[in-house]
């Protein structure tokens, strides 16, 4: 992020200004990011202010109405609540978890190839695939989770892991960690590669223990890429959407509702397309919020450290 | 050998993550493992006989249902709607790359900052307003639909990507290329483009993953099978089909084959281009 600072950065003259060569190859990109990106985030602002079932022209503007219902909206708060939850577990277990596999695969070299083939895998599927997949190992009857709790004698630990309203938001959370570990795991393990061999090399010799090199060497090392970690799965999970939705759809009774599924349920399933829009155009205002917050708070570390 | 190489290292690690290491490891695969040995089964064997047991001789017929049901329709149009946005996806922002990276007005660091901020845009808050759009154009559900919003919400993070390459490329090229009267255009197309390959490489394997994998915008901007992408395979059979177990992790299988091959042909090439990722926001 830091790099967009340096774009102007003074070189020597090379090609003068060409307008002309300018506006031709920014045009394309500009004129589509205008309209399928500047616009729709106009228009989804404009659309919060009406009242509308979608069919024919009959949009009412009721000024900050759908807002207002918003603060009110106990579905929507208890939706943001759950981003945050969700947000809060990608931190506390995803990136331990990634780190730690990270760790695992640089100390163990050229023979964890397969094991890194393995781990990749989950990325390579679609949340559709994958959603399918879990909603099956979850299955209360015959899914392979219950059905291998009842063979060890667990039988009572045994449950409806997306049914019940206690368990499905930690059942989908689950499910996304599973899907995103390999992701920071890769992340970790560049930046594990980066090091120098040396360092590590000089304080084994120096009789540090491998815990104490993990502390004092990998671990500092490492924190431009735990930072970026950090922020990427924090606006990751405040925007997440497709596995809660083919999974569990936000249910049961709303126990796992994302701020984007209740938006996608407002507009596709009660056809409410300007509160729907409400509910999206506050999704991204708050991202924005956390994302400037971060990077602001990210740069004063950068500056310190 | 991989298993040798670990038994010998293991010594010189703590337990813990060795530990760790082998429960993922089963995390990991045994999802993947319940679904072949699933899919291989009869609807009947799911009931009668345990999860774990093995299919009593291998049953291929829930893949030749998929087979003979629309799934190369499926793939036919993931395959175009990819194809076509990704190489629009890498020759637009090859081309405002260029610029950020090397023409020097006013604008451009205002610019470039815009577009980078278009990485942290939940694309959720842009559905109703495209779905809107889709509609006005007349191209709900068809192929075309899925290619505007697709490429446009890829240029941020490959512009970003392709901005930073370009900025390494060394000026003397180009220089030489301007005294041999070369103008823009040609230094672009002869220079910048082909010295840029692997960047332009990340960003494309980077995107065709992201998009092949692409629900939400496909299901929404798409409504009949004619038109639809392999995700919504799997979404339009379990609503067809959602008790017969065996035949939706059929799909399941057959849906993710294809970058799973891909992934066999050029493992290293796809982690690198997957890293892209970590460049965004």
Not at chain 1, 18 to 33: D, K, M, S, T
Not at chain 2, 163 to 185: K, S
Request: charge should be positive; hydrophobic fraction near 55%; include cysteine.
């Amino acid at each position: 992020m830091n790099i967009a600072l340096s774009a102007a950065r003074p070189k020597r003259a090379r090609i003068s200004p060409q307008w002309l060569v300018i506006a031709v190859f920014l045009a394309p990109a500009v004129g589509l990011l205008a309209i399928f990106l500047l616009y729709p985030l106009l228009s989804s602002l404009r659309l919060s202010l009406v009242d509308w079932s979608g069919l024919g022209n009959h949009s009412r503007f009721v000024g900050f109405a759908n807002w207002r219902a918003l603060a009110h909206d106990t579905v929507f708060w208890q939706s943001l609540w759950n981003n945050v939850l969700l947000a809060a577990a990608s931190v506390v277990i995803e990136l331990p978890i990634s780190l730690a596999l990270a760790v695992l695969l640089e100390k163990a070299g050229r023979g964890s190839r397969i094991l890194k083939i393995l781990y990749f895998l989950p990325l390579l599927m679609s949340s559709v695939a994958i959603g399918v997949l879990f909603k099956n190992v979850y299955d209360p009857n015959f899914g392979p989770l219950n059905v291998a709790l009842r063979a060890m004698g667990l039988g009572s630990f045994a449950q409806d892991w997306l049914g019940d309203t206690h368990l499905s938001l930690a059942s989908t959370i689950a499910v996304i960690c599973w899907q995103n570990v390999p992701f920071y795991m890769i992340l970790f393990l560049a930046g594990l590669s980066s090091m120098a061999a040396e360092l590590h090399e000089a304080a084994r010799l120096d009789g540090a223990s491998e815990w104490t090199i993990f502390w004092r060497i990998k671990l500092p090392h490492l924190q431009g890429a735990i930072r970026t970690a950090v922020l990427l799965s924090v606006l990751g999970s405040l925007r997440y959407f497709d596995l809660i939705y083919v999974m569990t759809g936000g249910g049961p009774e709303g126990s796992s509702e994302l701020m984007a599924t209740y938006m996608y349920r407002t507009v596709f399933s009660s056809f409410q397309l300007g509160y729907g829009s409400t509910i999206g155009s506050a999704m991204f205002i708050i991202v924005s919020l956390v994302a400037a917050v971060a990077l602001r708070m990210t740069r004063r570390f950068e500056t310190e450290v | 050998m991989a298993a040798e190489a670990n038994r010998f290292q293991f010594p010189r690690i703590r337990i813990g993550v060795p530990l760790l290491g082998l429960i993922w490891l089963a995390v990991t695969t045994l999802p993947f493992l319940f679904v072949i040995v699933t899919s291989l089964k009869t609807q009947e064997e799911t009931f009668s006989a345990p999860v774990w047991a093995l299919p009593a001789h291998l049953y291929f017929g829930n893949y030749l249902a998929v087979l003979h049901g629309p799934y190369f329709t499926y793939f036919r149009n993931s395959f175009f709607v990819v194809g076509v946005s990704v190489v629009l996806i890498v020759l637009l922002s090859a081309m405002a790359a260029y610029v950020f990276a090397r023409m020097r007005f006013r604008l451009n660091k205002l610019l470039f900052g815009l577009v980078v901020a278009g990485m942290i845009v939940p694309l959720h808050a842009t559905l109703v307003p495209i779905y809107l759009l889709t509609r006005n154009l007349g191209i709900y559900d068809t192929q075309f639909a899925l290619i505007g919003p697709y490429v446009a919400l890829s240029l941020p993070i490959s512009i970003f990507i392709l901005t930073e390459f370009m900025r390494q490329i060394p000026h003397e090229l180009e220089e030489a290329a301007q005294l041999d009267g070369c103008g823009p255009f040609k230094i672009f197309w002869r220079i910048f483009f082909p010295l840029s390959t692997p960047g332009l490489a990340t960003v494309a394997i980077y995107n065709g993953i992201a998009l092949w994998n692409e629900f939400i915008f496909a299901y929404m901007l798409t409504s009949t099978t004619a038109h639809r992408t392999l995700p919504l395979a799997i979404w339009d059979f379990q609503g067809q089909y959602s008790s017969n177990i065996p035949a939706m992790l059929a799909v399941v299988t057959m849906t993710s084959l294809p970058l799973i091959v891909a992934y066999a042909f050029g493992q290293e090439r796809l982690i690198k281009g997957m890293m892209a990722g970590s460049l965004k926001g």
